[in-house]
């Protein structure tokens, strides 16, 4: 994976930072292994409704998550962008795809997509891979005529399948911030409280009131206490460009021969671990349509949307309290405990369940093939 290349500049960014050297980060917790049918191309009554401004943090990170991908290179590194137009172009850090041309893409809902590289820059760290399936898409919103301000409260976004440690919360601690991380110069930074931590370069930096794109997140202090992000109005013109009039030939970079690092897997279980919390997370944001569509074709066969989404209506709070997978042949078996905060007949009833679900492969993606809960508590 592409980030040990930052060593060899670090005692030059600690002269430029007063202190702070950066070095990039680029890794990832949970692969996509599962295919649903889209869930951020569908318009639902049941996504959250309320203005940005009223929206809590959660669900503010859950709206956006949607729109973060994983990119992933031949040679395994791995990196993040978001999907930014209609003809289903990703921005992420040129040091995410330098040297390559084909890469794959894995959203949040667990679909995978071959996108190609149509732009990349040499000298500015970002870069923009056209990915046909996921045109005519939505995709996020970007600040593109006013710059973030010291103090705004911001959201760093990485990988969607490694929810945990790939969403840091923070504000805006200074601006224009210049430095050299060969090849690429960057200028004008954003200083963030919010640390670029793995999983979370090349990801977008949000409002925290809002979720409009405000910067691409590019490096972080070892630390772990600071990051920086490159603001969307520096980089606009070169991504329309792209998007507009695609490279016909990749430009090749200059990078240190240490900047491979080890692969990291996952496991069966832990991706079957991570689709029931994403299940739960989606029921938790009235989001039915996401959690629906993470069911096998045999549940949903059974159980029609409107029954299960009206299972829920009165649900609410949902927690998931643990969770236990082990493999069981070609399937999972996750086994929890979760809370829920319910309305039975105009009161608040607070109980716990035991939860078990099968996770399995379905059309080569993994999908909950089939569950029950009995109520502990």
Partial sequence: MKGSWIASILSTLLILSGGAYAMIYIHEKVPAKLKNNSLIAVASEDKISKKPNDMTLKE?????????????????????????????????????????????????????????????????????????????????????????EVGDEVIALGSPLGLQDTVTTGIISGVNRDFDLKPYHYEDMYQISAPITHGNSGGPLVSRKTGEVLGINSAGMDQGTI????????????????????????????????????????????????????????????????????????????????????????TKNVEVDDLQATSSGDNVVVIGTISSEENVNGTTQYSKYQVKYTVGKENDQQKILSGNAKKIE
Avoid: C
């Fill in 60 to 148: 503010v990170i859950h709206n956006v998550q949607k729109f973060v991908v994983n990119v992933e290179m031949e040679d395994g590194s791995l990196g993040s962008g978001f999907l930014y137009n209609s003809k289903g172009d990703v921005i992420t850090n040129a040091h995410v795809v330098s040297n390559n041309k084909d890469v794959t893409i894995k959203t949040t809902d667990s679909r995978e997509f071959d996108g190609t590289v149509i732009g990349v820059s040499t000298d500015v760290d970002v870069a923009v891979v056209r990915v046909p399936g996921l045109a005519g898409e939505d995709f996020l919103k970007l600040r593109k005529n006013k710059k973030a």
């Fill in 227 to 314: 990051g920086f992000s490159i603001p969307v109005t520096e980089v606009i013109p070169i991504v329309e460009g792209w998007s507009a009039n695609p490279m016909t030939q990749m430009p090749v970079v200059e990078m240190n021969s240490n900047s491979e690092e080890d692969e990291e897997t996952i496991s069966n279980t832990d991706a079957a671990s991570y689709l029931v919390q994403y299940f739960y997370e989606s029921v938790q944001y009235g989001d039915y349509v996401t959690a629906y569509s993470l069911l096998g074709s045999n549940w949903q066969t059974h159980t029609t949307y409107e029954d299960f989404r009206n299972g829920y209506l009165n």
